[in-house]
């Protein structure tokens, strides 16, 4: 039994880190179609905003509570500005988007590296996050229930606000026909620039999950890009539902995987799991229909 | 835009043969010579990148991959031709007792290696072009899960140290297919092979770029839905060229193991993947001469200030990328022309919309 309920629960803490990871991209990349390579490092954003409130408040029971909205805003802050400089030009030339964020990615890596020390800085876990709940038998680390209710919120938050705002509403317009929004009165421009602020924001408050859970450095962003935009891709553009299965099942794929071989190969054969996948549903789990022909 | 006449570009291919192949050889130190040779191995991945992703608009951020399949075969080949009967030292070194592994065994076949060089990129793009193209995977799709193969490969390797030497890879080659490594004329040789392989490469595309298949190709990157309502299946097209850019990346990979003298993961990971992606986007993606010019340039940026000076070179390297794609997505090789174009008419036609409009996508 303990074969299957530790990699099974392990799994779903990673799907949901994963999750935290994916669910910004899904808002920049399902909504939007701007393919933002630099969300890894504003994951790493957040850890580092974490890592800098902890020089603040040192009381670390409270730090983490003020780190997520701090790591989510300066997130944000930062996308807010990559899409004024940068991506606003772009919205027509969407695989160059993926270019230029390279580019960008590797200035806020090297920034990091340079600002910081190089093995990385010591995010410190808070006193209740220390503990394990038993589950049939096996002691599961209470951070890694944090990391599930951590995405459980978020989704919530993203999908109510998405659903009964005016300002959800507008994004939700924009997505289904740019041109008849712009026209209904609603600014596209606010809209995307919301839009990104948000998608950015939510790989902060990624980064301060992974910060609990492993270390902070300048590399931690480029490990969680690519899986990141796999469990995009397989979930389905501007599904929320699909990236939460996507997230889960690879998060799960990848725990198991690694109980069995190692885990490197783990991630080998999760990679190729997407790739199949997505071979034979190449719209991802959930499909928008649409009559465009691409 | 007018179109140079094919035979300018021709001459333009006779001038770079003879700068790589008789100028460069008398002017140069060996130590640099042998850096220009690296350079035309990250080239001829060049040239095939600019054919996939310049001409046929399929972002390959996995060129690792094919390079691989080239410099792992290669070596593996020049690793066990120098330790002779006996299994290779870094083997002995995790497990004396364990015999070589069953995949490196016919692989002491000089011909089979070259057969390997070959066949394996173009067997492994054949299947993985059919299955995405066919599937009608493209764009940021496409460009990510190559990008991931080449992490997973990377990784693979990194992971299985006693077969494949995990991230220390594999050096020490003492004997290129019966040739002493060290001895200067046989480097020499082995640069003009290089050389020698990037004009071919070169004059390869150039029948390709003129030939209908390369305006079929050009067509499929501007116009899939329209190449397909003419009767074209797109998906062969961009399969042919996916092919050919991987082969040339498994050639460039194969050279650049006996001029560099060391393979290892971090020479065909992500990042390297993306270093191969940046020569291309800097020197002109769509051009006949960009590609492997831009990558001579950024190889030497990262051969020589890469390790002078790391931090400085990172942040060019990432500022290149954002100024390029943001103000010259057609590459310095575009810039004659729209200088050209900004000073002919200066008042009625503003010099970025034309190039803009050319690399347009329809969003979906």
């Known amino acids: 039994m303990d074969a299957l309920i530790a990699p099974l629960l392990n799994g779903s803490a990673q799907g949901a880190l994963l999750l935290l990871a994916a669910l910004g991209l899904s808002l920049t990349f399902g909504q939007m179609g701007v393919i933002n390579m630099a969300h890894g490092e504003f994951l790493m954003l957040g850890a580092f905003a974490a890592y800098l409130v902890q020089q603040v408040v040192t009381a670390t029971d409270l730090s983490i509570p003020v780190a997520l909205p701090v790591a989510f805003v300066v997130a944000g802050l930062f996308g807010l500005l990559l899409e004024i400089t940068v991506i606003q030009w772009m919205y027509r030339r969407p695989l160059d988007t993926l270019l230029v964020t390279v580019g960008v990615s590797l200035v806020l890596q090297q920034a990091a590296l340079q600002i910081f020390p190089s093995q990385g800085v010591p995010v410190e876990k808070p006193g209740w996050l220390d503990g394990q709940l038993t589950v049939l038998g096996y002691g599961w680390p209470l951070r890694q229930l944090f990391t599930i209710l951590l995405a459980t919120v978020c989704v919530a938050a993203l999908s109510a606000w998405l659903r009964y705002t005016s300002f959800g509403r507008r994004i939700r317009a924009t997505v289904h ?97 997407v790739i199949v996948f997505l071979q034979l549903r190449p719209q991802g789990l959930f499909t928008v229909r649409t009559r465009s022909l691409a | 835009m007018t179109k140079p006449k094919p035979w300018i570009s021709l001459g333009g ?83 004396p007792l364990a015999p070589l592994p069953m995949f490196w065994e016919p692989f002491r076949s000089a011909g089979f290696t070259l057969l390997a060089i070959v066949l394996l990129p173009v067997v492994l793009a054949g299947i993985l072009g059919y299955a995405l193209f066919k599937r009608r995977v493209k764009g940021a799709y496409f460009a990510i899960l190559t990008q991931a193969l080449a992490v997973a490969l990377a990784t693979l390797i990194s992971s299985t140290i006693r077969e494949t030497g995990g991230d220390t890879g594999l050096s020490d080659f003492k004997y290129f297919f019966g040739f002493v490594l060290n001895d200067p004329a046989n480097k020499l040789m082995v640069y003009l092979v290089a050389a020698g392989l990037l004009v071919l490469c070169l004059l390869a595309v150039w029948q390709l770029y003129r030939s209908r298949f390369g305006e079929l190709l050009v067509a499929t990157r501007d116009a899939e ?140």
């Open chain 1, 177 to 273: 026909n740019r041109d008849l929004a712009e026209t209904s009165g609603i600014s596209t421009r606010t809209v995307d620039r919301l839009t990104f602020f948000t998608g950015s924001g939510l790989a902060g408050v990624a980064g301060v999950a992974a910060s609990l859970i492993g270390g902070t450095n300048s590399q931690m962003g480029a490990q969680y890009i690519i899986p990141a935009f796999l469990v995009v891709a397989a979930g389905g553009i501007g599904q929320l539902k699909g990236t939460i299965i996507a997230a889960w099942a690879v998060g799960v794929a990848l725990s198991f995987f690694a109980y069995w071989t190692t885990g490197s190969l783990a991630q080998v054969l999760a990679f190729i799991l």
């Open chain 2, 13 to 95: 291919i006779g001038v770079f043969a003879v700068l790589l192949l008789a100028v460069a050889p008398l002017v140069l130190t060996d130590h640099w010579l042998n850096n220009v040779g690296k350079y035309c191995c990250w080239a001829i991945a060049a040239v095939g990148i600019g054919l996939a992703w310049g001409r046929g608009g399929m972002l390959v951020m996995g060129q690792g991959v094919f390079f691989a399949l080239g410099a792992y075969s290669m070596a593996m080949h020049l690793t066990l031709e120098s330790a002779g009967d006996r299994i290779p030292g870094f083997m002995v070194l995790y497990d």
């Open chain 2, 225 to 364: 839905e329209r190449v397909r309502f003419l009767g074209y299946d797109p998906a062969n097209v961009k399969l042919v060229a996916f092919v050919v850019s991987a082969l040339m990346a498994s050639i460039g990979g194969a050279m650049f193991v006996p001029i560099v003298g060391i393979i290892t993961p971090a020479e065909i990971g992500a990042a390297a993947s993306i270093l191969m992606i940046a020569g291309v986007a800097f020197g002109g993606r769509a051009s006949l001469f960009g590609p492997a010019l831009g990558a001579m340039a950024v190889g030497w940026g990262q051969s020589s200030l890469g390790s002078t000076w790391p931090e400085g070179w990172t942040y060019i390297l990432g500022l290149m990328f954002v100024v390029v794609i943001l103000f010259l997505p057609n590459g310095l090789s575009s810039l004659p022309a729209r200088i050209a174009a900004a000073r002919r008419k200066p008042v009625e036609q503003p010099a970025p919309a034309p190039v803009v409009a050319e690399l347009e996508e329809v969003r979906s």
